[in-house]
């Protein structure tokens, strides 16, 4: 039977996603998905707007950084030290590190509270351990091609997500009204998880890790390929898809917990598993057990990214040899500080950090810290030295606008309510 171009084209498009597909699938990570269901838990479907909101600010923002990475053939970190003040990279560093070390912690805890959660007879330590050992060998041992394409095999498992909701019965006409039509309560509560939602939807890492492997796909690439018309569009394709799927997953994730959990009167979510077991006697176990798959495919797929973006950070700075498609051998301090980050995610099990404090904070720092990085990125994309013909188009520049100006709002006033 010969296949129908339709099936080609669809092919096609496939294998031209990449970066951009991987980017948005790993920001719904563990972090994410623990503060989507408090979203849904605490306010029912009244969020639910916000991620009709971030798409287009999303894909924005990273649109930018996949033009900065293919354009300069450099990571974030690499450009901001060569026509930046050094100030400002230490800064950027001393504010996004901590985050993401915080990221990778809640991330190695609330899948290992979902794996004890399916095997109670083994202690979440057990598993932490594991995951943290198998996530160093699968980045150590492979090379960038074969990584990128696990991850992009492991964005499948968000699929799940979307099936949930229509497995339980639902308000439509509620659904829609609370999507399309802000809903906005004027305290500290509320402020508190737009502002994370915001920092987990739009986080600096991604920032970094999406310019640095839109610039390894270049290297990669076929030798004497120049950006063009059609690589932009390519790249433009697989960004808007990428986080389009991300905030797709974002909203069916905000449907369940505020369409199950909230009217059953489970206001607080302290971790990813057990948002997963509320939903068991609420929903049954069949959506229990997809909700808690999901969550361990999306970690085995956001912490490569977490600890490859900081890692490249690092490396980029102190001019380290780096690349995930090198050997251990070629390129050690890089590979080692994967290994550090890990291991100091990992140690925040063990000290007794609660893996939902760590989530919220490291989404409320992202939503902190992001409004500058934006406004750093604006200067990039705009700066002709850097981008030459292809800075940004004036609708980057209003979305980028747009993006700084809410982010820094919500946070300012988070930080009103607050005191």
């Known amino acids: 039977m010969e296949t129908l171009p339709s099936e080609n084209k669809l092919i096609a498009f496939f294998k031209k996603l990449g970066p951009g597909l991987i980017t948005g699938a ?13 979203a849904g838990a605490q306010f029912g479907l009244t969020t639910l707007w916000t991620s009709l909101l971030t798409f287009p600010l999303m894909a924005g923002i990273q649109g930018m950084c996949a033009r900065i990475g293919l354009v300069t053939c450099q990571g974030l970190t690499v450009t901001l030290k060569k026509h930046y003040p050094r100030p400002v990279l230490y800064t950027m560093l001393l504010f996004s590190f901590p985050a993401i070390t915080l990221n990778l912690g809640a991330d190695i805890q609330g899948m290992g509270a979902v794996c004890h959660m399916i095997f109670p007879v083994i202690p979440v330590s057990v598993f932490c351990v594991a995951i943290t050992a198998l996530m160093m060998y699968v980045i150590i041992r492979y ?17 799940l997500y979307i099936i949930v909701p229509f497995m339980i019965k639902q308000d ?57 018309k059609r690589v932009l569009s390519d790249m433009k394709a697989d960004v808007n898809t990428g986080m389009l799927f991300s905030n797709i997953v974002m909203f069916f994730i905000i449907l369940t917990t505020g369409s199950v959990l909230f009217p059953a009167g ?11 077991k509320a939903l068991q006697p609420l929903a049954g176990k069949l959506t229990y057990f997809i909700f808690a798959t999901g969550v361990l495919g999306t970690g085995l797929l956001a912490i490569p ?27 050690k301090p890089f590979y080692i500080s994967i290994i550090v980050s890990l291991i100091v995610g990992l140690s925040l099990d063990f000290l007794g950090v609660s893996p939902i404090k760590a989530l919220l904070y490291t989404a409320i720092a992202y939503g902190l810290t992001a409004p500058v990085m934006i406004a750093m990125i604006m200067h990039i994309g705009n700066n002709k030295k850097i981008m030459g013909k292809f800075t940004n188009s004036i609708f980057s520049n209003i979305l980028g606008t747009l993006t700084l100006i809410l982010m820094t709002a919500a946070a300012v006033a988070m930080i009103w309510f607050l005191f």
Not at 143 to 159: G, P, T, V
């Open 143 to 159: 090379s960038y091609q074969k990584i990128a394409r696990i991850l992009k095999w492991l964005c499948m498992s968000l699929l």
């Open 305 to 331: 990214v977490l600890a490859g973006s900081q890692s490249y950070m690092l490396a980029e700075t102190l001019g380290w040899s780096a690349g995930l498609d090198k050997q251990f051998s070629q390129a």
């Open 172 to 228: 439509w006409l509620a659904v829609a009204r609370n999507t399309f039509i802000p809903t906005i309560r004027y305290d500290k509560d509320f402020f508190s998880i737009i502002v994370a939602i915001l920092g987990t939807t739009i986080s600096p890492y991604l920032f970094f890790w999406q310019t640095t492997m839109e610039a390894e796909d270049m290297a990669h690439s076929a030798k004497g390929i120049v950006v063009d």
């Open 26 to 38: 790993s920001d719904d990570d563990p972090s994410g998905i623990a503060t989507y269901s408090q």
């Open 266 to 276: 489970v206001r607080q979510i302290d971790t990813v598993d057990q948002a997963a």
